[in-house]
């Protein structure tokens, strides 16, 4: 019997077949898209995947500022944030944050839907949010993706 050929093929760094990915976010619900795009970003969607490699995709999300929130989040959703000082915890709703920078409420999102180690922090630097409908990377040919 041969026990090479029944080895178990794991992905690495060179091995690994990263893609470029756009995703319009216009009318969507954050916590349905950016469940998506975690599972993207994490490369679970690919037959080689390996829990300990950074081998997803590079996800462009576009039009931030059309995202939508389900029933009555966006007055009664707050994000917490705390400064470390006496008196320096802040909340502030969805509505209020996506006047200021509707990035942020997909950066938490996605954040909290990431491993919390290295591998997290890596995988959170190929998502690229932008508000707009134009993106700066039209050299790395994305396929526009549909959710």
Known sequence: MNTLSYKTPSANSATVDKQWVVIDAAGLTVGRMMSRVASIVRGKHKT?????VDCGDNVIILNAEKISFSGLKM???EYVSYSGYPGGQKRVTPKVLMD???KKILESALKGMLPKNRLGRALFHNVHIYEGAEHPHEAQKPKTITI
Do not use: L, S
């Not at 080689?48 to 300990?52: I, K, L, R």
């Open 48 to 52: 080689n995947f390996t829990p300990h």
């Open 75 to 77: 007055d009664q959703k």
């Open 100 to 102: 200021k920078n509707p």
